[in-house]
């Protein structure tokens, strides 16, 4: 997808293990969000970041945690990788948010990510 | 819990037929909006409708939003088979804020 890339594509990991996880963007925009998908849960909200080293939690949240050093960059991290966390990670970014100028996010591609 | 529920579930339709999807949803929001996600792929803005708007439409796409129901629907019209993708609504978390929950998703098979 322009303007957002997310790497890697596909990861196998260990149980146990920290594995991080990254989104890039080259828009400018100010916010940037980390998304899980599961068959029957549909997308669900882990972070977000609202500005350089402006990061809060989503609804899950628990065994995540984020980093933003940069506008560009916005790291995932399992801090312990356990088998719940096999899922498709998507990072999703969008522009400055105002009631008239609004229109929605812009996806990466997902990462694939096996815990076993 | 999610905020937004999308109904049906799955949906397979003929060519050119009309597909409509639901949405619900619990507390009041400032905006909703749809999304398309093909296999494998991540999602793509549809539309995004107002809470003080009825009705929004974007070429083959109409979008209503029902506040005092809680409801939104979509309605693709004259499918075609590339429509076939799954099909999400996601509101803001909390009224005025940057935080979208998005529902479970209707999958749309349109057959050729």
């Known amino acids: 997808d322009a303007g957002i890339t997310q790497s890697p594509r596909h990861k196998v990991t260990e149980t146990g293990t920290p594995v991080t996880l990254r989104c890039h963007q080259t828009?400018?925009?100010?916010?940037m969000y980390w998304y899980r998908q599961d068959p029957g849960h549909g997308l669900r909200l882990i972070h977000y970041?609202?500005?350089?080293?402006?990061?809060d939690k989503g609804e899950v949240s628990d065994g995540y945690s984020v980093s933003r050093s940069k506008t560009e960059d916005f790291l995932l991290t399992l801090e312990s990788a356990t088998s719940s966390q096999t899922s498709v990670y998507f990072c999703?970014?969008?522009?400055?948010?105002?009631?008239?100028?609004?229109?929605?996010?812009?996806f990466g591609s997902g990462t694939r990510l096996t815990v076993v | 819990s999610q905020q937004g529920e999308e109904d049906p579930q799955a949906l397979s339709i003929q060519e050119g037929e009309n597909a409509t999807m639901n949405c619900s949803y619990k507390?009041?929001?400032?905006?909703l909006q749809w999304y398309r996600q093909n296999s494998g792929r991540g999602l793509v803005h549809l539309i995004l409708?107002?809470?003080?708007?009825r009705e929004k439409h974007s070429g083959r796409l109409r979008v209503t939003l029902d506040t005092s129901k809680k409801s939104s629907s979509l309605l693709i019209t004259a499918s075609r088979a590339a429509d076939t993708a799954s099909y999400f609504c996601?509101?803001?978390?909390?009224?005025?804020?940057?935080?979208?929950?998005f529902g479970t998703g209707t999958r749309l098979k349109v057959l050729a």
């Open positions: 999703a970014i969008s522009e400055s948010f105002t009631e008239s100028a609004y229109y929605g996010y812009t």
């Open positions: 828009e400018n925009h100010r916010y």
């Open positions: 970041s609202y500005g350089v080293k402006d990061t």
């Open positions: 507390t009041s929001i400032n905006n």
């Open positions: 409708i107002r809470s003080n708007e």
């Open positions: 996601a509101t803001d978390a909390t009224s005025g804020t940057y935080k979208y929950i």
